[in-house]
Structure formats: structure tokens, C-alpha cells
């Protein structure tokens, strides 16, 4: 499922307009990225919640040299499922 399917999901369960919905979610995406670019962790209750991780610089290997390399430090970003998706998954995938 996309961006533009989901709006249009989410505008036909509101009786919305699609535009207006993908606006909203674009608007939504724009808050979340801003706010972990400030450093602090985003939690949509019983979704899930977005944070930032620094790894470690480490040393890695060139797969066609052989050759150590050193993989800088970086922040990924990591999301975690709360356990209230994870069951609502579950029991939509039991009544499939």
C-alpha cells in the first residue's frame, strides 16, 4: 500500500477528500522528520514510536579487496511496533 492509497482509504472512511488527506499525511511525515532531526523521539500511542541511534564507528571489510575498512558513525533510524499493533496485526491476519 502507498501514500496515495492510503489517503484515499482514510479519505473514504472520513469523507474527505484525497488531496486533503495526502495533504495531512504529507504534513504529518514533514513533523516526524523535523522533530527526530531535533533528537527527539516521536510516539504515536498504540502505533509505535520513531527514534534516532548512533552506531558506532567499526571497522568493516572491502567484499572485493579483502581490505579493513573503517564505517563512520552515523544515526539510523529506528522504529519499535507497540505490543497493541503488533496483537491488532495478528488478529486482522487471522481473519483473512
Not at 533510524?77 to 487471522?94: G, I, R
Amino acid at each position: 500500500m502507498n501514500k496515495k492509497e492510503i489517503a484515499q482509504a482514510v479519505a473514504e472512511r472520513l469523507v474527505l477528500s484525497p488531496s486533503l488527506v495526502e495533504g495531512i499525511v504529507d504534513a504529518v511525515h514533514e513533523e516526524i522528520v523535523e522533530a527526530m532531526a531535533r533528537g527527539e523521539r516521536v510516539t504515536f500511542w498504540n502505533f509505535g514510536r520513531w527514534e534516532l541511534k548512533t552506531t558506532a564507528a567499526r571497522v568493516g571489510r572491502e567484499f572485493k579487496t579483502g581490505k579493513s575498512v573503517v564505517i563512520p558513525e552515523r544515526n539510523k533510524v529506528c522504529f519499535t511496533a507497540s505490543p497493541n499493533l503488533v496483537a491488532a496485526v495478528e488478529d486482522a491476519m487471522k481473519t483473512l
